[in-house]
């Protein structure tokens, strides 16, 4: 292409003017050296002049994407020695989206992804499951019995290494090995891993050597930092590699926690998570060695089991380190477990000081990850809610001014979900 044709096919785009008027004002300085550039080589491009007084910044709005990123493609085919690196705002701007990949197709995996493919800031581009062929994990993910059948776009199964989610491609492994996936090939910068196998810093970190930049444990970890959205995710540093998105009982707990310690004070708590069936319960009587109680029928019986969702809050809040503890029944639901804290406030307060504290941090800060009702819900209405924690004030109760019962509610899986899609989102801009 001569310059003739590259300034035509530039300036039929978008005008020098038009690009630099709405770059924020890190890529002002590289944006005007484009155009100093550019007007060396063409005389169309040198009538135009950049004026940097009282410029508009604004970000460039997504319909804009596809064009800047076309014409950047000409700048570095031409060679015009533009030091546009792969981390400039630039060319982060013509290619924003967060790519992620998915280790492990399981509940949490498929909801992950059919949260990535309902946002617009992050994209699906590889999944890892050794144990399923393609064309099963396409009837998984389309079919599912609580959160219904997928309707957001067409998937096809294009061959047996890529899906196709409407005209986007997403590249399928059969895996075994972390370290062997290649992440990097794929483009994916973060996977999620969601096997529950991997879930210590060193296992983790396996995904690392096949390119992936980031990991981010869908489960508790006993030795990676853990992050909950809402309440410690800004303690985030960006030389953090492998990180815990805790338990979804976690993330409904401490939001509560840390509301209730902030304004009142917890002297000490006990918690209990009425927790539906989860995947490694039974349907029958089976072996259970490391936790008998945890072989006997999942769908016909109440099953007392242990948690450390309690205990983490004190990972995530250090302030409440050694104050709570608790434990959890499993019940035969399929999904929607609610939290029972039961505290020792510090500082008095009645039932209503709580409810209006509770309210104003649902409006306010916590808005999307703590939630506030006083209509007569049940578990179900709760199926598909997307908050970490949803308070509920008619189930409470106090028995004095400095002892109080709070419940919350919780959908396990898609609100867990949604909240490590976020984690992500927050670890890209650190």
């Known amino acids: 292409m001569d310059l003739f044709h590259f300034s035509t096919a530039f300036n039929s785009s978008y005008s020098i003017p038009f690009l630099i008027h709405r770059l924020p004002p890190e890529c002002l300085y590289n944006a005007f050296h484009v155009q100093t550039k550019l007007s060396k080589w063409s005389t169309y491009v040198s009538q135009y002049e950049v004026d940097l007084i009282n ?25 015009l020695a533009l030091s546009f690196s792969s981390s400039s ?21 498929r909801l992950v992804a059919r949260v990535i493919l309902q946002r617009n800031d992050v994209e699906l581009v590889a999944v890892n499951d050794p144990f399923i062929t393609t064309e099963y994990m396409t009837y998984m ?37 972390p370290e062997d996936i290649p992440w990097g090939e794929a483009g994916a910068d973060f996977v999620v891993e969601s096997t529950g196998v991997f879930t210590d810093k060193d296992k983790a970190a396996a995904h690392l050597k096949g390119g992936a930049k980031k990991v981010v444990i869908s489960a508790p970890s006993k030795d990676a930092p853990m992050f909950v959205v809402g309440v410690n995710e800004h ?70 089991s242990s948690t450390g969702a309690a205990k983490a809050v004190g990972k995530v809040l250090p302030q409440l380190n050694g104050k709570l503890t608790g434990m959890s029944f499993r019940v035969p639901t399929v999904d929607v477990s609610v939290v029972d804290l039961t505290v020792r406030l510090e500082k008095a307060a009645t039932y209503d000081d709580i409810k209006k504290a509770i309210k104003e941090e649902s409006e306010g800060k916590l808005k999307g990850i703590l939630g506030y009702t006083e209509d007569d819900v049940v578990s179900t209405d709760f199926v598909g809610d997307s908050r970490s924690s949803i308070f509920d004030a008619k189930a409470g109760i106090a028995l004095s001014d400095n002892f109080v019962k709070l419940v919350s509610w919780y959908d396990n899986e898609w609100g867990y979900s949604t909240r490590v899609v976020d984690l992500i989102i927050h670890m890209s801009k650190a």
């Not at 410029?55 to 060679?79: G, R």
């Not at 982060?92 to 197709?105: H, L, P, S, T, W």
């Not at 985030?236 to 902030?262: G, Q």
């Open 55 to 79: 410029i508009e910044h604004q970000i460039i709005k997504k319909s804009f994407h596809t064009k800047l990123s076309h014409s950047l493609t000409i700048f570095f085919t031409l060679d």
């Open 89 to 109: 705002p630039i060319s982060e701007m013509a290619d924003k989206k967060i790519r992620i990949g998915i280790n492990g197709f399981g509940r949490i995996g």
């Open 141 to 177: 993910f389309k079919y599912d019995s609580v959160h219904g059948q997928w309707k957001h776009n067409e998937l096809k199964l294009k061959d047996e290494k890529t899906l196709l989610f409407g005209e986007k491609p997403v590249t399928v492994f059969g895996i075994r090995n």
């Open 235 to 304: 303690e985030y540093k960006s030389d953090l590699n492998i990180v815990s998105n805790a338990s979804c009982t976690t993330n409904c707990l401490a939001p509560l926690a840390k509301v209730i310690n902030d304004r009142f004070g917890i002297v000490e708590g006990l918690m209990t998570t009425v927790h539906s069936i989860t995947a490694t319960q039974k349907t029958v009587d089976g072996p259970s060695m490391k936790d008998w109680r945890g072989g006997r029928a999942a769908s016909f019986n109440i099953i007392p």
